[in-house]
């Protein structure tokens, strides 16, 4: 059965850092989806992809951040420069149309910043 | 804006009794789906079962079934013959079908203990 893969499952770094978060959607899909749980809290919307550009973000989806599909398999989440706060468990999820049921979620990131 | 509520943090239910975890949202759209997803301990999501607006039928799936009530905007998910393994935290989430980007709105979650 097709599967949403992250990479990696956990990182650690450094605040102030730079972090790129990996994910290969379902092939056939065509929305891309960032959300954030910080631990013992809710997850949250970080942005949508559509057609190679943002179709909506939320607030928590500053200048720090960054998404990426560069080679039309990989979608990336970068965080530029770290904060302590950004530790948190991401996921990457896809839809295949708009108009279809559930999103499908990888396994998560688990970023740890120090 | 879409909301989603959960307003039970922790529920508990003896093995093989029903247990019924509440969800409320608000939304203006006429068009959505319903979903309860189950988060174990390793995070991961993994999807229990979902509802699409349009349809009055509850939806099941084998112990899950869920009251959906459009009216009321209310969507309740009742896992009957509890077992173990459903012990978890529950996430009710909306998705509305009208906007392009069709992102979920998750709710507060709810932590279901299964005791022995």
């Known amino acids: 059965e097709p599967e949403v893969t992250q990479t990696p499952s956990h990182q650690v770094t450094q605040m102030g850092q730079e972090v790129i978060l990996r994910c290969v959607p379902i092939?056939?899909?065509?929305?891309f989806y960032w959300y954030r749980q910080i631990l013992g809290q809710k997850v949250e919307f970080l942005v949508s992809?559509?057609?190679?550009?943002?179709?909506?973000k939320s607030e928590i989806f500053d200048d720090q951040f960054s998404v990426e599909r560069p080679d039309g398999s990989n979608f990336t989440l970068k965080i530029r420069s770290t904060k302590l706060e950004d530790s948190a468990m991401y996921f990457c999820?896809?839809?295949?149309?708009?108009?279809?049921?559930?999103?499908?979620f990888g396994e998560g990131s688990r970023l740890t910043v120090l | 804006a879409q909301t989603v509520t959960q307003s039970q943090p922790e529920m508990s239910v003896q093995e093989a009794e029903t247990v019924t975890l509440s969800c409320t949202y608000d939304?203006?759209?006429?068009?959505?789906?319903l979903f309860w997803y189950k988060q174990p301990p390793s995070r991961q999501m993994i999807l229990v079962i979902r509802?699409?607006?349009?349809?009055?039928q509850n939806a099941t799936e084998n112990r899950f079934s869920v009251n959906f009530q459009k009216a009321a905007k209310s969507f309740s998910l009742k896992i009957s013959d509890s077992q173990l393994g459903d012990a978890a935290m529950y996430f009710c989430?909306?998705?509305?079908?009208?906007?392009?980007?069709?992102?979920?709105?998750f709710g507060q979650g709810t932590e279901l203990s299964v005791k022995p």
């Open positions: 509802q699409e607006a349009y349809k009055q």
């Open positions: 092939s056939n899909h065509l929305y």
């Open positions: 992809f559509y057609n190679n550009e943002i179709s909506e």
């Open positions: 999820a896809s839809l295949r149309e708009r108009n279809t049921g559930e999103l499908f």
């Open positions: 939304t203006s759209e006429s068009d959505y789906y």
């Open positions: 989430a909306y998705r509305a079908l009208v906007n392009q980007g069709g992102k979920l709105i």
